[in-house]
T-cell receptor, first 111, second 115 residues
């Protein structure tokens, strides 16, 4: 079974731009979560989607948003990028169990 | 607020020895505690999960203990090998109901196994 895939793997943007990241979960997994990982803060939960509905949301500003499609694929969007948004963005899928399966991440650099 | 601490940022041990990593938490009563492994440039990989009513879990050379009174978990790798070198992350999960789990991660311990 194929693992979680994320595209693109690397992105370079400038301040003020917006960005959309994509995640395809493991086949059959309907829950998709997004995390931000930085050296200073570690892994922080952004939000979780299940059946196209956001079920949980972390403590991030409204510039961070997401959505999930009927095939469970998910996207996250960050608008008005700031330098501090530079991070590894990780997507994880699960079968509705606590164990989560992570993708390789998208490395976002904001200049 | 919830706080998770992994006591060592880095841990060096000799090949063949047992590595012991510590995870402490405060202001939280997790239903589950998990350990993940992360290699540079890759996403975390799930290793083990232990429930709040379990004391110990084993999988091959890995062992996890969970003490809800001390609010602490210990993660052991026996007969460590250089291939075990990675960052190990502790994660707590509460049960929000209906199969929804939000993970809170520690910052990780970077383990180096020296040949």
């Amino acid at each position: 079974k194929a693992g979680v895939t994320q595209t693109p793997r690397y992105l370079i943007k400038t301040r003020g731009q917006q960005v959309t990241l994509s995640c395809s979960p493991i086949s059959g997994h309907r829950s998709v979560s997004w995390y931000q990982q930085t050296p200073g803060q570690g892994l922080q939960f952004l939000f979780e989607y299940f059946s196209e509905t956001q079920r949980n949301k972390g403590n991030f500003p409204g510039r961070f948003s997401g959505r999930q499609f009927s095939n469970s694929r998910s996207e996250m969007n960050v608008s008005t990028l700031e330098l501090g948004d530079s991070a590894l963005y990780l997507c994880a899928s699960s079968l509705g169990l606590p164990e989560q399966f992570f993708g390789p991440g998208t490395r976002l650099t904001v200049l | 607020s919830q706080k998770i601490e992994q006591n060592s940022e880095a841990l060096n041990i000799q090949e063949g020895k047992t590595a012991t990593l510590t995870c402490n938490y405060t202001n939280y009563s997790p239903a589950y505690l998990q350990w993940y492994r992360q290699d540079p440039g890759r996403g975390p990989v799930f290793l083990l999960l232990i429930r709040e009513n379990e004391k110990e879990k084993r999988k091959e050379r890995l062992k996890v203990t969970f003490d809800t009174t001390l609010k602490q978990s210990l993660f052991h790798i026996t007969a460590s090998q250089p291939a075990d070198s990675a960052t190990y992350l502790c994660a707590l999960a509460g049960d929000s109901g209906a199969g929804s789990y939000q993970l809170t991660f520690g910052k990780g311990t970077k383990l180096s196994v020296i040949p």
